[in-house]
């Protein structure tokens, strides 16, 4: 969401006039700050009910197996599937609300963008500030994305190492150590699929405004016997792209 937010943010500066300006996605995001903390709210009552199976399968083996009552287990059986309800409900509320977070920021974001857009254009030309409402569209989809509810989810992390320690400190361990090497297989991948990716999505952006710039003068080109030439150059532009988006897929 990064490289979209400031294109908005730096079109939206050129567009105005005046020195000074806001960050548009910081405020929009101070505007809708409230139901952010309302996903918020829902994310920590989901991480603590996460916990359910796991703690059904600990009382089913400390209890259950060694009473043999069959009434503890249906009355566990009960909470937990009563629990895992409720998280499934909460998971679907969130997931609205944060598509409808999105939807809001869209809205208070694109006016602003597109007027940015046609300011800059008449003034400077070009075709760099064209892909703005499509930042906006990505800056929308992310916020209403489970992506962006893992990220909801991630300070809660804290709850499940604290539920390891007192389980097994050895437990413990073993998930820290393996999350750590996690992260640095992450972090391996992203510095070797960044550059080729970065050049998968420019190359296919020159290509999709090479189409557009095209089709803006289609009568001259087909007047002229030029759209062979014009679809061949399109396709070297277009293939291109893809074998960058290949190589970093592969």
Same mark, same amino acid.
């Given at each position: 969401?990064?490289?979209?937010?400031?294109?908005?943010?730096?079109?939206?500066?050129?567009?105005? &006039?005046?020195?000074?300006?806001?960050?548009?996605?910081?405020? *929009?995001?101070?505007?809708?700050?409230?139901?952010? *903390?309302?996903?918020?709210?829902? &994310? /920590?009552?989901?991480?603590?009910? =996460?916990?359910? %199976?796991?703690?059904?399968?600990?009382?089913?083996?400390?209890?259950?197996?060694?009473?043999?009552?069959?009434? %503890?287990?249906?009355? +566990?059986?009960?909470? /937990?599937?009563?629990?895992?309800?409720?998280?499934?409900?909460?998971?679907?509320?969130?997931?609205?609300?944060?598509?409808?977070?999105? #939807?809001?920021?869209?809205? !208070?974001? *694109?006016?602003?963008?597109?007027?940015?857009?046609?300011?800059? !254009?008449?003034?400077?030309?070009?075709? *760099?500030?064209?892909?703005?409402?499509?930042?906006?569209? %990505?800056?929308?989809?992310?916020?209403?994305? =489970?992506?962006?509810?893992?990220?909801?989810?991630?300070?809660?992390?804290?709850?499940? +190492?604290?539920?390891?320690?007192?389980?097994?400190?050895?437990?413990?361990?073993?998930?820290?150590?393996?999350?750590?090497?996690?992260?640095?297989?992450? %972090?391996?991948?992203?510095?070797? !699929?960044?550059?080729? +990716? !970065?050049? /998968?999505?420019?190359?296919?952006?020159?290509?999709?405004?090479?189409?557009?710039?095209?089709?803006?003068?289609?009568?001259?080109?087909?007047? #002229?016997?030029? &759209?062979?030439?014009?679809? /061949?150059?399109?396709?070297?532009?277009?293939?291109?792209?893809?074998?960058?988006?290949?190589?970093?897929?592969?």
């Amino acid at each position: 969401m990064g490289v979209p937010a400031w294109r908005i943010d730096d079109m939206v500066n050129l567009g105005h &006039s005046g020195p000074g300006q806001d960050d548009p996605v910081r405020a *929009a995001f101070t505007a809708n700050r409230p139901l952010f *903390a309302a996903a918020f709210a829902f &994310s /920590a009552v989901m991480s603590i009910l =996460a916990l359910t %199976t796991s703690f059904y399968m600990l009382q089913v083996y400390d209890r259950v197996l060694n009473s043999r009552s069959v009434d %503890t287990l249906l009355l +566990l059986t009960i909470i /937990a599937v009563v629990a895992i309800a409720v998280f499934s409900a909460l998971d679907s509320l969130r997931l609205r609300l944060l598509a409808r977070i999105g #939807m809001r920021m869209a809205n !208070t974001l *694109a006016p602003d963008v597109l007027r940015a857009m046609v300011s800059t !254009t008449s003034q400077n030309g070009g075709t *760099a500030v064209r892909t703005g409402l499509r930042d906006v569209e %990505t800056i929308r989809n992310f916020i209403g994305s =489970a992506g962006f509810g893992a990220l909801l989810d991630a300070p809660f992390i804290i709850v499940y +190492l604290l539920v390891l320690w007192l389980i097994d400190p050895v437990f413990l361990a073993i998930v820290v150590v393996g999350g750590g090497i996690l992260v640095l297989i992450a %972090t391996a991948n992203q510095r070797a !699929t960044n550059p080729p +990716l !970065t050049r /998968a999505l420019a190359q296919a952006a020159r290509a999709h405004e090479f189409a557009e710039d095209g089709l803006r003068n289609a009568d001259v080109r087909e007047g #002229m016997g030029m &759209s062979n030439a014009f679809v /061949a150059r399109w396709r070297e532009q277009w293939i291109a792209s893809l074998s960058a988006g290949t190589l970093a897929a592969d």
